[in-house]
C-alpha cells in the first residue's frame, strides 16, 4: 500500500536528544534547536508536507533541516530527489554580505545533530527516502 501520510515524530523524544546533543554545548543553539523543529513538525507530531517559507536564519535553517529529514523520511516522490541545494536557504554570510559555501558546510555541520534528532524519532518504518535510495546502493 502506498501512502503520502508525511511521518509522525515522537516529539517528546526529539526533544530530548535535541537537549541532550546541545546540553554541554552552545546554549542558544539548543533553544533555536527546539524553535527549528516547532517550525518543521506539526502541533500533531507530524512533519510538515511543505518547505517552510524562508524569512529570516531562523527559518532558513528550518528549512535546510527540513528538507533534509524529508529527503530521508517523506514517502512523497518529490522529497526523495536528491536534496543538491537546500543548503542555499542556509544564512552562510561573510561580513560582506557574500553567501559562503564554506559557511554553509560549517552550519550544516552544527545542524546536523538537529535532523538527526528528528529522524531519530520517526519510527524507521516510516523512513521512506532510506528505504528508497537504500535499494540504490
Keep these: 500500500m502506498i501512502t503520502t501520510k508525511m511521518p509522525t515524530v515522537d516529539v517528546d523524544h526529539a526533544e530530548n536528544l535535541i537537549y541532550q546533543n546541545f546540553a554541554k554545548g552552545n546554549e542558544a ?18 512533519v510538515r508536507a ?48 557574500k553567501w559562503k559555501y564554506s559557511l554553509s558546510r560549517e552550519m550544516m555541520a552544527e545542524l546536523k545533530p538537529i535532523e538527526d534528532a528528528i ?3 520517526i519510527d524507521m518504518i516510516e523512513w ?10
Design 29 to 46: 543553539l539548543k533553544a533555536e534547536g527546539h524553535k527549528i523543529f516547532h517550525i518543521i513538525v506539526k502541533k500533531n507530531g507530524t
Design 50 to 97: 511543505s518547505k517552510p517559507k524562508v524569512k529570516d536564519a531562523l527559518t532558513g535553517k528550518a528549512a535546510y533541516i527540513w528538507r533534509m529529514v524529508c529527503f530521508l523520511t517523506s514517502p512523497k516522490l518529490a522529497h526523495k530527489c536528491m536534496p543538491c541545494t537546500c543548503h542555499f536557504d542556509l544564512p552562510a554570510y561573510d561580513e560582506n554580505g
Design 119 to 121: 529522524v531519530d524519532s
Design 128 to 137: 521512506h527516502g532510506v528505504h528508497t535510495w537504500g535499494k540504490v546502493l
